[in-house]
């Protein structure tokens, strides 16, 4: 979820992200409420990637995240912790990209709303 949002309002320089606390971090639409038992599905597919990870000692980070010869229990861990995160926000599941992004979007407005002042209304009459 945060790198779909991350794809969409980060700026770049060159392909690279340009990832920036006031623009992207400050501004994520965390969701709204997850239930106890999502967030305990959260961490325990978290462990699942530090697990995955470990059982590499000897792999670099760019070992590991090397999209043509990542580990596939990483690739699985990883896609466990993925759809235990789209399940704090919505019961059904994302089935692409774009469904997050759209659904980010709409989180986004929906907790910006209440800050964005009504248009004062003019005070003059019209003869």
Not at 7 to 18: E, L, W
Not at 99 to 127: D, G, M, N
Request: glycine residues 2%; proline residues 8%.
């Amino acid at each position: 979820m945060h790198m779909a949002w991350v794809a969409q309002v980060c700026g770049r320089i060159k392909s690279d992200f340009r990832y920036s606390t006031k623009l992207v971090y400050n501004n994520y639409p965390w969701p709204d409420d997850p239930s106890e038992r999502n967030r305990k599905a959260v961490e325990k597919c978290a462990q699942g990637v530090l697990d995955a990870r470990k059982a590499h000692p000897k792999a670099t980070l760019a070992d590991l995240y090397d999209p043509l010869a990542m580990p596939p229990n990483l690739v699985k861990a990883h896609a466990d912790l993925d759809r235990a995160v789209d399940l704090c926000y919505r019961p059904q599941a994302f089935t692409n990209e774009r469904q997050r992004v759209e659904y980010l979007f709409a989180l986004y407005e929906k907790l910006t709303a209440p800050l964005i002042a009504e248009p004062k209304k003019s005070s003059k009459r019209k003869a």
